[in-house]
């Protein structure tokens, strides 16, 4: 198991997100956590590859700060990504767009790519889950009173699936913890393959 | 939303568990815990029907806490079993049940299932939510190392999600909040037909 493979192992959490060090922690993996910080609008308007542009700024966070700590060190780094309508949604710039993102949700099923890349002394192995989502029907009501919970602000696909989203969840197809950020199962393959 | 529709009500949850108290919290919504006190054992005899049987035990803890109570209140209660092999896994009884358990569900897909049930004024709801769950193969030594954590203990069908076991899940197809012990969703339909 992840905790008793990394017991003896430096390892590195190249990313600011709260819920994959909770996702880390709660597998009893002991880190370090050093957000790398990407300019990810660069790479942002390559839509029709999902799967390479979550790869692609994973690999870049990854490579980032292992060139900045010991080769040994093991470092790990994750990119989410929100597909619908062959649309990457990031994060929502305004209300405006929190709105259009929801609308684009509402009774149907997206997909969540994450992308985890992992690198130890001189390999890296990055890869991708695919979960797709599906969401109730959403009335305007629902959207406006979503929207007053604030939690929409700051989500990849306006939406938090830990939280006042859940109940629009009617069902999932895949890995969960991958829409949480942070697909657990994958990374133990990854884990066990590269040491 | 769940926290704008029962704002204003009388709410209990029917039920001892810590991630069912945990989910509605997240929801937003304010209410009183008072656990059910129900024998599970007389119906257990009954492993042909897991539905039927996780609907029974539902009714049984919301009638018991509703007859106590206002009839003005919610009362909200839920039973969650694990299926696997036509067998319905509670809480293991001991170690020797854990190893069964685990050797049971590792490389497979197994069926959880909760039933939810609600009462308000002369009215009960009952229905169920049923999600597929995929084990990756456990060795040996994996099963031997979740053992030492000591999450299997007090699981229905010895193991958890939302923690060590999460590694060990490959995907789901269904609500994941249903395998967590409460499907939000579902809960959602259930208040908006009932009130």
Redesign the interface.
Known sequence: ????ILQNKKVILASASPRRKD?LN???VKFLQIPADVDETILSSDHSNPRRYAKKIALKKCELIAGNNDIECIVISADTIVYQNKKILGKPKNFDEINEYLTLLSGKSHIVYTAIAVSYKNNIIVDVAK?YVTF?HLEID?IR??IE?KEPIDKAGAYG????G????????????NVMGFP??L??QIIQKIL
């Open positions: 198991m992840l905790h008793n996702l709660l597998v009893g979960t109730k629902e009173q979503y919970t699936i830990q939280g006042y859940s109940q629009f969840i009617e069902k999932i197809n895949g890995c969960y913890f657990v199962n990374f133990l």
